[in-house]
């Protein structure tokens, strides 16, 4: 492993854990959401199976947020160990938003811990439902201000460049830069959408293997339609991030629409590939779609990736990211909204089961989503760990021992991932949610 590059290994132990760390991060963020959801309209409708599932969920989160501890926590160590030029020469200009990610984190935790032991504390039930409203201002605020840190590496500003040292540094002007807008609210309502599909799919899975309880179908409802609005969101706010990019990271737009010549009524291309000449093959294309996503105008200018030097052009593979991404979206928002129309389509059967595998397909579905989304985002930045002033090869260690460290750290995930799967399986069990219904005596719907 010694003899291997070190800032390739580098490269492959941060995806790994940003690979990881996205899907309990996107869960840290999602969860109180769904959560707040379910109590409110428990509440509102004195339906107890809402306040159930909003009980069970908040049990789950605590096991998620454990693992997306361990997992950030690694990527703060790691963004040390392996990329010390980076943080020694933009450590100041992002060091605001990771402090004041540990005081986000910090109220969260302390208010879950409330939320979690308070339940029957209230006799006005409203009251324990605002404690999670610091819960989910603290977890959605933790990946604001990560994101922050993102989006400074995609658009830097709110400092002087000299002689490799950054000078007259402004943190607020950091963190507000071009790329924070269309990148934090994008994180936010992709992590929203991810955690109702995967819910939705939990939901549809136990419905499936014959548990017609109301308590099932009412968590199917909640979370399929959560999931349609929450894509539908995720959609809106990803034209306005095609927007940017072809304002302020064309090249990224051009590698990931393999548009080479700067032109205007621009072509988008959804599949294909690329022949020796850079001429697509088997491709679907769009006329004027690519114009209209940069600009909302048949006649924008698109630029092409031959305008850039070849050695500061993203990788011609996140093509295949971005056009992943898009056909997930689209799932995502037709699933549901088939679901939300199931009683005007023909058929006697309420969930036929053709349905049934759409909608437990939700999960893994958003997890892909998420997944190809911030490959395709720190990919395309590539080669750049720092827009126009560092690359990947500069801010990288020379160590030796990155090989070790990798190694240790796919064990750790491997025992994490594990872990999490089987506590949650044992937690969320369906015995246990109908036995737990019995014990608190609510029956098909009614409180006895």
Not at 66 to 95: C, D, E, H, K, N
Not at 294 to 304: D, M
Not at 432 to 447: H, S, V
Request: hydrophobic share 50%; charged share 15%; with cysteine.
């Amino acid at each position: 492993m010694s003899s291997l590059d070190p800032v390739l290994l580098s490269r492959i132990l941060t995806g790994l854990t940003l690979f990881v760390h996205i899907i309990f991060a996107s869960l840290g963020v999602g969860i109180p959401v769904m959560i707040a959801l379910a109590e409110w309209r428990g509440i509102r409708t004195k339906d107890p199976h809402y306040t159930l599932l909003a009980r069970r969920w908040a049990r789950g989160f605590v096991i998620t947020v454990a693992v997306g501890v361990v997992t950030g926590t690694s990527i703060g160590l790691q963004l040390s160990l392996l990329w010390p030029t980076f943080m020694r020469v933009a450590g100041q200009a992002i060091a605001l938003p990771l402090f004041m990610e540990t005081f986000a984190f910090f109220i969260e935790a302390i208010f879950l811990g409330i939320y979690l032991y308070t339940w029957e504390r209230f006799t006005n039930r409203m009251t324990h439902l605002l404690l999670l409203i610091p819960v989910a201002l603290g977890s959605s605020a933790s990946a604001v201000f990560i994101t922050t840190v993102n989006s400074f590496m995609n658009a830097p500003q709110g400092f002087t460049l000299s002689d490799g040292i950054l000078t007259d540094i402004n943190p607020i002007a950091a963190m507000l830069n071009t790329a924070t807008p269309t990148k934090v609210t994008h994180v936010l309502v992709s992590s929203y959408t991810m955690c109702a599909g995967v819910l939705a799919g939990l939901a549809a899975f136990s419905i499936a293997r014959g548990n017609k309880h109301m308590y099932f179908k009412k968590a199917l409802k909640l979370t399929v339609i959560s999931t349609f609005v929450f894509a539908i969101a995720t959609a809106i706010i990803g034209d306005f991030s095609g927007k940017y990019l072809a304002k302020y990271q064309p090249e990224k737009l051009a590698a990931g629409e393999w548009h080479f010549d700067t032109s205007a009524y621009a072509t988008l291309v959804y599949g294909g590939v690329l022949d020796e000449n850079n001429e697509v093959k088997f491709g679907l294309k769009i006329p004027y779609a690519l114009s209209i996503l940069a600009g909302n105008a048949l006649n924008t200018e698109v630029i092409g990736l031959n305008e850039f030097p070849e050695d500061e052009r993203p990788p011609l593979s996140i093509h295949y990211f971005f056009d992943t991404m898009v056909t997930l979206g689209v799932l995502l928002v037709v699933i549901p909204l088939i679901y939300m129309l199931r009683k005007r389509l023909p058929g006697k059967k309420v969930y036929p089961q053709w349905m049934m595998i759409g909608l437990m397909a939700l999960g893994p579905l958003s997890l892909t989503a998420i997944e190809v989304g911030w490959m395709y985002a720190e990919v395309g930045r590539q080669p750049w760990i720092m827009r126009g002033y560092m690359k990947v090869t500069e801010a990288a260690t020379t160590s030796t021992n990155v090989g070790w460290m990798l190694i240790l750290f796919i064990l750790l995930y491997l025992v994490l991932c594990f872990s999490c799967i089987k506590v949650l399986s044992k937690l969320f069990r369906n015995k246990n949610a109908i036995d737990e219904m019995k014990m608190l005596g609510i029956e098909g719907g009614e409180r006895k």
